[in-house]
């Protein structure tokens, strides 16, 4: 059974910085890809940071130099680390999961809030 479960959220003023786990379970790191996501009030989600198994990390403009997107196969976890936050990063932040090689790897995980107060 795959899982994929966050954590690492919380309150944080504009600035400062957290760093956000995704703990998972049931994949094999080396044929998937790893994203992070969020979703704000009122808004659609949107790609933060992906890890693929063929290459480097990739991220969303508004959170390049700001964020970034790492993995320890060895605990297969995904981790964001979030510096200089700002009040628009506060969004429900996702972990996904999914696969060039295999259709049927589609997961998400429960989120984690994060809020940043200016």
């Known amino acids: 059974q795959v899982r994929l479960v966050e954590s690492g959220g919380g309150y944080v003023q504009a600035g400062g910085s957290l760093r956000l786990s995704c703990a998972t379970s049931g994949l094999s790191f080396s044929i998937v890809n790893m994203g992070w996501y969020r979703q704000a009030p009122g808004k659609e989600r949107e790609l933060v940071a992906l890890i693929t198994s063929g290459s480097g990390p990739n991220y969303a403009d508004f959170v390049k130099g700001r964020f970034t997107i790492s993995s320890d196969t060895a605990k297969n976890t995904v981790y964001l680390q979030m510096n200089s936050l700002k009040p628009e990063d506060t969004a429900v932040y996702y972990c996904?999961?999914?696969?060039?090689?295999?259709?049927?790897?589609?997961?998400w995980g429960q989120g984690t809030q994060v809020t940043v107060s200016s």
């Open positions: 996904h999961a999914e696969s060039d090689l295999d259709d049927s790897i589609d997961y």
